[in-house]
């Protein structure tokens, strides 16, 4: 298989919630990531183009929860195939150095 991204992802096994730190509101979950980007199962659609700061939990090498927050920008939107759910993808457009190596660090062996 071909892969066309830039980046290659990791799926999320576990769910880790997204939360808009504007809102303070659980937006969705994260579907898969990938340095520079993700994938977000949401609840209700996003609007075309808009920018987030968005928060979410990773678990760091130790085995210890990581706060990582990033500023995102919305590339699309379509239903997914559960009726009242959506898939967004997301491009990191601002990350913390430290959380960008949390990133990488959970990312790991991309074959997990």
Not at 43 to 51: C, I, K, M, S, Y
Request: charge should be negative; charged fraction near 20%.
């Amino acid at each position: 298989m071909n892969e066309y991204r830039r980046s290659p992802r990791k799926a999320a096994f576990v769910t880790i919630p997204v939360t808009n730190k504007m809102t303070g509101e659980v937006m969705g979950r994260v579907g898969n990531l990938s340095a520079d980007g993700m994938l977000m199962v949401c609840d209700n659609p996003v609007v075309d183009g808009a920018l987030f700061q968005l928060g979410f939990e990773l678990t760091n090498g130790q085995g210890r929860p990581q706060a990582i927050d990033v500023g995102a920008q919305e590339m699309w939107v379509e239903a997914a195939n559960v009726p009242g759910q959506y898939w967004a993808g997301f491009h990191f457009i601002d990350i913390a150095e430290n959380d960008l190596e949390a990133i990488e660090s959970w990312l790991g062996n991309l074959g997990d």
